[in-house]
């Protein structure tokens, strides 16, 4: 039988391993219907309550753009109510994000922390909240915006 430490290790690798991927229906099944997420300490004012589906589609917007991208998870500080059904979990991240460009560097790096709020959904951990704490990046972040462009040509020749 599975922990629930373990449910909730698989439940973030899950996460990463989605948006890596851009397997947007495994990405998708992370998250509660609705998500309050807070990544503004990286792009201000990206912060709010989203529809999953939402969330997912501005992941389409960004990352089919890049060459590739790795989320790498670790540090893991778990927290479980199991009479609410209510976690939490924090989790070091180092996000890599690779574009080939001729404005520099092919690559940036983010790092810092997840901090998770999850609840149970039919027996399953689910994320209902996300925050992102920058603590630092390196390379070249234009490799961000040009991934932007890169998606949105991807998305308009496939509509």
């Known amino acids: 039988m599975t922990t629930d430490?373990?449910?909730i290790m698989s439940l973030m690798a899950r996460f990463a391993r989605g948006i890596d991927l851009r397997d947007w229906e495994l990405y998708r099944s992370?998250?509660?219907d609705e998500i309050d997420v807070d990544y503004s300490s990286y792009r201000p004012g990206n912060a709010g309550r989203?529809?999953?589906?939402?969330?997912?589609?501005?992941?389409?917007?960004?990352?089919?753009?890049?060459?590739?991208?790795?989320?790498?998870l670790s540090n893991y500080d778990i927290t479980v109510d199991s009479t609410a059904g209510t976690g939490r979990?924090?989790?070091?991240v180092r996000a890599?994000?690779?574009l080939p460009n001729a404005g520099?560097?092919?690559?940036f790096t983010i790092g810092g922390y997840y901090s998770d709020d999850l609840t149970r959904v039919d027996g399953e951990w689910r994320i209902c909240a996300k925050r992102l704490t920058v603590l630092w990046n390196s390379g070249?972040?234009?490799?961000?915006a040009?991934?932007?462009?890169?998606a949105a040509e991807l998305l308009a020749a496939t509509a």
Request: glycine share 6%; hydrophobic share 50%.
């Open 96 to 98: 890599e994000h690779v």
């Open 104 to 107: 520099g560097d092919a690559m």
């Open 146 to 150: 040009l991934a932007r462009e890169r």
């Open 89 to 92: 979990v924090i989790t070091y």
């Open 140 to 144: 070249n972040p234009l490799v961000l």
């Open 30 to 32: 992370v998250f509660t």
């Open 5 to 7: 430490h373990e449910a």
């Open 50 to 72: 989203f529809r999953a589906e939402e969330w997912v589609q501005r992941g389409r917007m960004l990352f089919p753009g890049l060459a590739a991208s790795q989320h790498f």
